[in-house]
């Protein structure tokens, strides 16, 4: 299960996406919309996703976890559009048959894909919004007013 | 001359006001002439060209890949995903 969603993520579905009889664990990462960012107050943020590259981005780094670890599945799923704060913003779900391949293998997909996915947050404030990139651009931005 | 694609995103889409712009450029033309052109159009780019990466239809790609005729080319700015 490799998908961009508008509504929800369905968290259940998403790791039962990745039972498997010959599995001795699944390990699961929930991202979840935070309430603050550098002490100000954030009401909800968008999602915008590259989606055609995401997507094919997101493919790849299934093919190089499973090359690296011997898992059984793997499900990836990131939501889009507007989210409200404590919903979940991208579910990964592996499954293995020991633990050790699992958790590596679920680290490497989370920090991978913050890496290279082309999606983008912004969060709306009380007075404004801005676009989350790398911080140090954000200072660059902070700089410039 | 060829004619390219060019999609916008994020902080860059604000800068551009626009999703996407179709650019004629010349023959051999590679990805870093999309952003020195955009750099000539908008001053903006100037300062933050340095942390764009360039993406050829849907694949990250150096600066000097050398574009060809309807390609898509994506503006990526630092990603925040997950």
């Known amino acids: 299960m ?12 998403v790791i039962e996406s990745v039972a498997d009889p010959a599995a001795g664990g699944v390990d699961v990462f929930i991202g979840t919309t935070r309430n603050s960012s550098n002490g100000k107050q954030v009401r909800f943020l968008e999602y915008h996703a590259y989606k055609p590259m995401a997507i094919k981005m997101m493919h790849r780094i ?17 939501r889009e559009g507007r989210l409200e704060i404590g919903e979940p913003s991208v579910v ?18 989370i920090d991978t ?13 009380e007075d404004g919004e801005v676009w989350v990139e790398s911080e140090e651009r954000m200072a660059r931005v902070e700089n410039r007013k | 001359m060829i004619e390219v694609t060019v999609k916008f995103f994020a902080s860059v889409r604000d800068i551009v006001g ?4 179709k650019y004629s450029l010349p023959e051999g033309a590679s990805a870093s002439d999309v952003l020195v052109r955009l750099s000539d159009e908008y001053s903006l780019f100037q300062d933050w060209k340095n942390h764009l990466r360039i993406a050829v239809n849907y694949e990250y790609v ?5 574009l060809k005729n309807n390609d898509e080319v994506a503006i990526i700015p630092p990603v925040s995903g997950g």
């Open chain 1, 113 to 125: 894909l913050k890496k290279v996915v082309p999606i983008w947050k912004k969060e709306f404030f």
């Open chain 2, 62 to 66: 150096p600066p000097t890949h050398v």
């Open chain 1, 2 to 13: 490799i998908q961009i969603v508008k509504d929800k993520i369905n968290v259940e579905q």
């Open chain 1, 62 to 78: 299934v093919n190089e976890t499973r090359s690296q670890w011997d898992v059984k599945k793997i499900a990836l799923v990131h």
């Open chain 2, 18 to 21: 626009k999703d996407e712009y």
């Open chain 1, 92 to 109: 990964i779900a592996v499954s293995a048959a020991h633990r050790d391949e699992a958790f590596k293998a679920c680290r490497y997909l």
